[in-house]
């Protein structure tokens, strides 16, 4: 009994750490449910997963699944519990697509129209965004609706163009993803009185719309290919949305435009959706344009907008992909068509590392944050897995989508531990969990 005890004291001890280590371990792994809008939680495109495979060089992600028959487009997708959405351009019209994310069934499709609006880079762009029992969609021909969940009947729709003269800056075709905000959903017709609208969610019946004027020489009349934020700079509540002419800022309560920021359109397509942060709004396009902070501020009933510093386009360039704000700093691809790697600070403009690497794949590259890290998606195919931090470029593994059926722009989502990558017809998903 005696020679026994420290044997038996040991293999508690032994159960015991093991038990305590397992706590511990399900305690740092955390695996959302949802994804229900374009960017995720707030638009700042930042998942809430943890737990994560760290090192892509030892364990790369595995493949799970591969949906097909989701039609052609560059939308990106929205979760809610074990169900997917995204939209494509199908044989019968431009569609709304319904997914089970346990084994990449197709559950239902339903046309928002009966054709394929024609325009350069075919395909649909809108990712849907989830409000309960129901979902919104823009269509690239600029008309938003309402649809259910359950099975796809549509509940309502708006045209732009016959309801607010709505235009685009150029001819690629509506990008809006809506945002769904309290009772309304939002999105940007492009007209002159009505830039931005705001909806009864339930009805679609017009609750307010925006009217503008001169928003500055740069740029072009109409919508540009972003998708609007939330803001509460100042004070007030605003929704911020980057347009034709640059970026605007409207008061929430009644769609008052509040303020407009110019230098930072291009003649061509201001694409990428703005960065929040406090009083402070971050923005970029590329066709040699550059980058931006503004400052808000209260100014008697509205809001001023200063300019804290400009980056020219060879010091910053997002063309599209997206940025990612942590911790105080931007990460994203820099460069027209380029996606090269760049961390700069926010609040000054500083460039911190990156500009000049050329990364692990080619063109532009779109980029999420998830469990401290930024996956950036090539346009080649190409996936690599990026520490963020300022410290330096870390490279931590990468590997190539199983399938590249064009250009691989359409931005990736991380949720439940899972890596979705739409690549047009094709939807793939891995296994991100260590």
């Known amino acids: 009994m005696t020679d026994s005890m420290p044997v038996r004291l040991l293999l508690a001890a032994l159960l015991v750490s093991g038990l305590t280590l397992s706590s511990h371990s399900a305690e740092r792994t955390q695996l959302s449910k949802s994804w229900k809008q374009w960017r995720g939680p707030d638009r700042q495109n930042h998942s809430t997963d943890t737990g994560l495979i760290q090192d892509w060089n030892e364990h790369p992600p595995k493949l799970v699944w591969t949906a097909t028959g989701l039609g052609k487009g560059y939308a990106s997708v929205s979760i809610k519990d074990n169900r997917l959405f995204t939209t494509g351009n199908l044989p019968e019209g431009q569609a709304v697509i319904a997914v089970n994310t346990d084994d990449g069934k197709i559950l239902w499709k339903t046309n928002l129209i009966d054709s394929n609006p024609k325009h350069g880079y075919p395909g649909a762009r809108c990712t849907p965004s989830i409000d309960g029992d129901r979902l919104y969609a823009i269509s690239t021909n600029g ?5 259910s969940v359950a099975d796809g009947e549509i509940i309502w729709t708006k045209t732009f163009e016959e309801e607010w003269d709505g235009k685009m800056m150029s001819g690629w075709g509506f990008s809006e993803s809506p945002l769904v ?10 007209g002159e009185d009505a830039m931005i609208v705001a909806l009864d969610k339930t009805t679609g019946k017009e609750v307010w719309k925006t009217s503008v004027s001169d928003l500055g020489e740069k740029g072009k009349d109409g919508a540009g290919y972003s998708s609007i934020v939330i803001s509460n700079a100042g004070g007030v509540k605003q929704y911020v949305q980057l347009t034709g002419r640059g970026l605007i800022g409207v008061r929430a309560s009644d769609g008052k435009l509040l303020w407009n920021y110019n230098p930072v359109a291009n003649k061509v397509a201001n694409i990428p959706t703005p960065i929040v942060s406090g009083d402070y709004v971050f923005c970029s396009t590329g066709y040699g344009t550059g980058s931006a ?11 001023k907008a200063e300019e804290v510093y400009f980056l020219n386009a060879k010091t910053l360039q997002n063309h599209h992909g997206g940025m990612i704000l942590h911790d105080g700093h931007i990460y994203c691809g820099h460069g027209h068509g380029k996606g090269f790697p760049i961390c700069i600070n926010l609040k000054t403009g500083k460039v911190v590392w990156g500009g000049r690497i050329r990364g692990e794949g080619s063109g ?6 998830a469990d401290g890290n930024l996956i950036f998606r090539y346009e080649s195919g190409d996936l690599a897995l990026i520490e963020a931090t300022p410290k330096e470029y870390i490279l931590k593994g990468s590997f190539k989508a199983d399938q590249v059926l064009g250009k691989a722009w359409a931005q990736p989502v991380i949720c439940g531990g899972k890596l979705y990558l739409r690549e047009q017809d094709v939807l793939m998903c891995y296994d991100l969990k260590k």
């Not at 008309?143 to 649809?147: P, Q, V, W």
């Not at 902070?293 to 809001?303: E, F, M, P, Q, R």
């Not at 532009?364 to 944050?369: G, T």
């Open 143 to 147: 008309a938003i609706s309402c649809l």
């Open 181 to 190: 905000d309290g009772n309304l959903v939002l999105c940007t017709p492009g």
């Open 293 to 303: 902070l503004v400052k808000l501020s209260k100014d008697g009933d509205g809001i």
């Open 364 to 369: 532009s590259a779109a980029i999420s944050f």
